[in-house]
């Protein structure tokens, strides 16, 4: 249920109406207004591949991909790489397009800087559902290399996308004895 609520929220929170900001606040407008587009536009497999093309622009999917395996991120080749990437992208375009089919709106609230070229948005989430309707907080952490901004991190009620990620790909290694090949099938899985 905990992942439940949080995979609503962040797909939530990506419904925003354009306004001024910084350029990392309008990122993350921007990128939420694109997603419900999509989300509310076509058929399920083609929101899917449209939600997943628009993640592989705007999110930093190689930070992400080393995030999550951790210290097994070493010993992938760089095709179980590619493989790891892309099954994360599919996999949160499908949550994604599942989760915003309905008009959710998130209230960006500021931004500030929490490293060397990242910066953090908060923003409050309020939805229609229960829980949800006074507010709950969504951060993004934004990465900034050579002019270039990406989304590296979604943190929903204290509860990081990475960290979740991080927890079910930790379960697939403990649950395939270390199998990188079968952790990659078990990712696949899930985008069916």
């Known amino acids: 249920m905990k992942c439940s609520l949080w995979v609503f929220a962040v797909a939530a929170s990506i419904a925003q109406p354009a306004l001024a900001g910084t350029g990392e606040e309008r990122l993350v407008r921007d990128l939420a207004n694109n997603m419900i587009r999509i989300a509310q ?29 951790g210290a097994h991120y070493e ?22 397009g599942a989760a915003l089919e309905g008009t959710e709106t998130i209230e960006v609230t500021g931004s500030e800087s929490i490293g060397d070229g990242e910066v953090s948005v908060s923003s409050v989430l309020k939805a229609p559902v229960d829980g949800l309707r006074d507010g709950i907080d969504v951060t993004w952490t934004v990465v900034r290399d050579l002019g270039i901004s990406k989304i590296s991190d979604v943190n929903v009620a204290g509860r990081s996308a990475i960290e979740v990620q991080a927890y079910h790909v930790n379960q697939l290694f403990e649950i395939s004895q270390g199998n990188l090949q079968a952790v990659l099938a078990g990712m696949g899985e899930f985008e069916k």
């Open 41 to 69: 536009s076509g058929t399920s497999s083609s929101e899917t591949s449209a939600l997943a093309d628009l993640l592989r622009e705007r999110m930093d999917i190689d930070a992400v991909t080393e995030a999550v395996f």
């Open 75 to 96: 010993a992938m080749s760089s095709q179980q790489v590619n493989a790891a990437e892309e099954s994360l992208i599919s996999s949160t375009a499908v949550v994604l």
